[in-house]
């Protein structure tokens, strides 16, 4: 059985279909702008003196940073030449508090469907070292983000408890988490 020469000389320059390549780029500056987004939550409530949940959001952008370098990663692996995408400037008006874990939950959700956009575009390309890349990373760990986020939503909406006891609540179960890993 003879391979399409369309698809050996696309290998041979790169182990990533140009249509997964255009995708995992622009994914690139999502999760570098998710960084940016959870680093102004991160001053939001350094202002607000709540320094626990300053720490946690801190934590959240490492965590889209580190994602980014994934991508990096993975794309430098397959020797894919490309140059950095533009990050958009965060422009978010945040009314309270509890706002942020919406807008958190929201992105995250958002984040999953790109994700998930880029697993059917390896799948539809028969690119399977992309597709098992991205169910062993990416898609692991948007599922734990998307899931953490709407717990935390779910402790933020709470009106019976102050937000020092929140942002305790939050940062500890965050932290133990992040050290069972």
Known sequence: MKVA?????????????????????????????????????????????????????????????LHHQWIV?????????????????????????????VKTLDKEIETTDLIYDIVNTAKEENDWETFNWLQDTLVKEQTEEEHISRKYLKIAEQEDIDWVTKAETILTDYESGKAAE
């Open 5 to 65: 020469n369309k698809n050996i000389e696309q290998r041979r320059r790169s182990g990533i279909s140009e249509k997964a390549v255009k995708l995992l780029v622009n994914q690139i500056s999502h999760e570098l702008y998710n960084h940016n987004l959870y680093r102004t939550f991160a001053n939001y409530f350094a202002v607000q003196g709540l320094d626990k949940l300053k720490t946690y959001y801190i934590a959240r952008a490492d965590e889209e940073n």
């Open 73 to 101: 990663d993975r794309l430098n692996y397959a020797d894919v030449s490309y140059s950095y995408p533009k990050v958009d400037a965060v422009d978010v008006d945040i009314k309270d508090n509890f706002d942020t874990f």
